[in-house]
Each structure stands twice: as C-alpha cells, then as structure tokens.
C-alpha cells in the first residue's frame, strides 16, 4: 500500500532546487521499499524448497554478504509486485525533474538492487552488497564520501545503520524515522528532511494472527455438543484447548503469509495482507511466528501428552501444506479436510470423550466439501481475472467444473453419513425424539447447495467457514439446527 501524502515533497521543493551539483543518495530496505530484501528472499527461498534454511545457514559461515549473495540466487523475487514507498519515489522524481543525480545504494545484494532500479528507472547509478562486501553503515559510508566526496551527496535512509552515512551527507532525508534517531541526526547539525511511511498500528499486527481464523477451532468444542456433556470442567479443558490451537494456528498463518508473498502479492485482496502490503515487517513476523508456537504448546502441557502430540501433528501438517502439499493437485484439498477434522480429534482427547465413527466420517465428508469450495472460490477467481493457473496452487481455470462437482458430493456424502446416523442405534441413547434430526438433514442439504451456488456467482470471498460466520443465511442455518437438536433431546 503506498503512501500518497505528497505535503513534505512539497514542502523540500524549494531545498531541491539548485541541487544539480549533489547526488541524490537512496537506500533500498526500508526506505524505497517498505521491506527487507535479505527477509524477502530468505522466505522466497524457503517457499521453494524446504531445505532453504540449512542451505542459508550454510551460506551465513561466509559473513552476511556472503548469505545476501546466495539468497538472490536462491530466493528470486518479483520486484515489480514489492511494497514500494511513494513517497520516496515521488522525491526522487522532483530531484530529476530538477537535472540532478540520482543513485540506489544498498546492502542488499547487487543483483536485486539492478533489479529494482531496472524495474523503476529512477536511477543512474546502483551499487550493492557482492559475495564479500556488506554495504552497510560504516562501510557504506566510507565508499560514498569517496565516490561523491564529503557533503556531495544528500541521503535517504531510515535506520540507526544511516547514522554514518547521514554524518557525510549535506542533507539528511529520514523515511518514518523513530523521534530518538532523529534527535540523534539533528544533534550533527544537518539539514533535514521528513518522509512519511507507513506506520505499522497494533491492529495491523493483530491482523497477522488472522483472529477471524480461529473460529474454525470452535470444531474443538464438538465433542461436548455431541456427547451432550456440556460439563465445567469439560468447558474449562475445551476453552484450554481451543486458546492453545488458536496460538499455534496462528504461528502457521504467519509462515504461510511470508511463504505466500508472491502469490498474495498477485491476488486482488490478499495483496493488501500485513507482510504483502509492508504494512508489517517481515523480521517481525520472522519471531512473531515462533513465539506464538512456543506460547501455544506451553498451553497445552496441562492437557496431556497425547493432545500435545495432536497438537504437534496439526503443526507439522499445517507446515508441510504451506510448504509442500498446498501445491499438489487434489492432496492439498485432503489435507485440508483433515486439518479441519483434527480439531474435532483434538477436543475428544482434551475432553476425554470417545469420539463416534459417525462423527468422524461426517466431518470428513462435509470439510472435503468446503476444502474444495474454498479451491473452487479461488478458480473462478481467476477466471474473472482471465488467468489460466491458480497462482501457488496445482490447479487450472479448466478444473474449475471437476473441482466443483466434488464440492457438490462431498456435500451430498455428509448429508448422506448423517441420514444414516439419524437411523442407527446410537441415537436413540442420546435422543427422545430422533425423528426431528432429519430437519437437520434438509437444512444441510440446503445450505451446502446455496453454498456452491454463490461460490459458482464469485460471491465467496474467504474461506468458507469464514463466510459462513458472517453470512446470515449461514447463521440461520446453524440456529435451525440447533434448535432441532435442543428440540429432538425434549
């Protein structure tokens, strides 16, 4: 998302002109782009192939140019698609506009600098990081008083790492700076100038943990519903449960964000996610992530060992999707439903209450219904947009007829597995009236019908479960059958 407010350009009109004797000095990380291209590429790497960090680490006993160097080759990026500031570009442009000079120089790795400068065509000069020499601070520094001499240069920065180069400059052009750093800036006796950022706000944060995620993990409460045990101590172990998955959910939603930047990037909506948009940095994200884990398991310890390890298997497979499986034809819309259905696991075993094949097979059957209407919102998504492949995924716009036909029998499966267990003999322990639940039957029916139908008219935005808790046919629905449950018990 870029930044429009155009007053402090104006307001440095005047300092600009005249400036045709100085070159206009920009850095990259922070400053151009509203991210960090040793963070962009690391995850790019690491969307490729899982083994990407060993590969970095390995690169890392070479210093940190030297891991900069290996990640631009190993963790290309689509520079057209990155969060650039315009309010830095638009100085740039008043600069050439006015004849003067004009030179990206960074730590980040030269190639992605040629990129970047190749993709805007702002600049007249790029240097960068190579496989020996960190362009960074104090080094930094030294190389453009030689190049452009003492106060020869003006600089855009936004760092503690500038301070050095702002010291040599003859004007210093702080981007979103923190109020001690420009006290420190100030404190040289330079002339300065103030760009706007964005500014990243707790909700912004709070975004990165997709709360609105966590209603999928009221699945873990199921149990109780189902065994009709709506007991206190059982309601304390189920909340214990549903706070724990909820951590370690989100420890995944932000890995699968930063995995996912080049494919959210592409998309219409997802674009404008926290670490797509840089409304977010990605070396927050880079620790958010394990301590949402760490936090999460910590949680779960006082519900036993086996819901630690059911816990455990979540993460491991939520991983293994982000990283692997959600590219693969047909196995990602599997994994799926069993992700969903391993919250169900998970509140049996943290409740301890047994949990019914007819439960279970039910689960499966209506979440590989809603994996593959997620999948189908997605391709008629695309067809909209006139794209042929679903960016990051293994599916085409002409799969989108087959994809939706398995929507439409998983749906018909699960309404079946339930017509089933309205007729079996353990309904009558848990039922007075059990005739009522094949009300529960058609409304089912309805509303998996309704919701292939707006998904096939491109009026499914989010994941479905997402959708269903803010649709209100959905929520009447969801009333309905409540309400012939509570009525078949009377």
Wanted: aromatic residues 8%; contains cysteine; glycine residues 6%.
């Amino acid at each position: 998302m870029l930044n429009r407010n155009k007053a402090p350009i104006r307001a440095a009109e005047k300092g600009v002109k005249g400036m045709q004797d100085r070159t206009l000095v920009v850095d990259l990380d922070g400053t151009l782009v509203q991210s960090d291209m040793l963070f962009e590429t690391f995850w790019s790497a690491c969307s490729r192939r899982w083994t990407a960090p060993f590969h970095a680490l390995r690169s890392l006993a070479g210093g940190r140019a030297a891991l900069k160097h290996h990640l631009s080759q190993d963790g290309a990026v689509d520079v057209s698609s990155l969060p650039y500031n315009q309010s830095v570009i638009d100085y740039i442009a008043l600069w050439r506009a006015e004849g003067g000079r004009t030179a990206l120089v960074t730590a980040t790795n030269e190639r992605i600098a040629r990129q970047v400068a190749d993709h805007l065509g702002v600049f007249d000069e790029v240097h960068g990081s190579d496989i020996t020499t960190n362009l960074k601070g104090e080094q930094k520094a030294r190389f453009l008083e030689t190049r452009y001499g003492r106060d020869g240069f003006d600089y855009i920065g936004d760092a503690n790492a500038d301070i050095p180069v702002w010291a040599r400059a003859r004007r210093a052009i702080m981007v979103n700076a923190p109020t001690a750093l420009r006290q420190r800036v100030e404190a040289m006796g330079r002339d300065i100038v103030h760009l706007p950022a964005q500014i990243p706000q707790a909700r912004t944060y709070l975004r990165t943990l997709r709360p609105h995620q966590w209603l999928k993990n009221l699945l873990i409460f199921l149990p109780l519903l189902a065994a009709h045990r709506p007991e206190p101590g059982l309601i304390g172990a189920a909340l214990l449960a549903f706070v724990a998955f909820s951590l370690v959910a989100s420890s995944v939603y932000v890995l699968n964000d930063m995995l996912d930047l080049a494919a959210d990037r592409a998309h219409p909506r997802k674009r404008n996610r926290p670490f797509a948009s840089g409304a977010v940095p990605l070396a927050h994200g880079t620790w958010i992530a394990p301590v949402l884990l760490i936090s999460g398991l910590a949680l779960a310890l006082p519900l036993g060992l086996p819901f630690l390890a059911v816990l455990m298997a979540y993460y491991v497979a939520t991983l293994t999707y982000s990283l692997y499986f959600k590219r693969e034809l047909l196995v990602d819309i599997c994994l799926l439903a069993g992700l969903y259905t391993t919250r169900i696991l998970a509140g049996g075993i943290a409740t301890g209450i047994e949990l019914s094949f007819w439960l279970l097979a039910f689960a499966l059957a209506l979440f590989f219904s809603l994996a593959a209407i997620k999948r189908q919102a997605e391709l008629v998504d695309c067809t909209a947009r006139g794209t042929d492949r679903l960016a990051g995924r293994g599916y085409r716009t002409g799969d989108l007829p087959l994809v939706m036909a398995m929507a439409i029998a998983a749906g018909y499966l699960a309404v079946l597995i339930l017509s089933l267990y309205i007729t079996s003999p353990d309904v009558l322990r848990l039922y007075a009236t059990p005739s009522l639940l094949w009300g529960a039957c058609l409304v089912l029916f309805f509303w998996i019908n309704r919701m292939v139908m707006l998904t096939h008219r491109g009026q499914m935005h989010d994941d479905p479960m997402v959708f269903a808790a803010t649709d209100r046919t959905s929520l009447i629905c969801v009333a309905l059958v409540l309400a012939i449950g509570v009525g078949a018990t009377l």
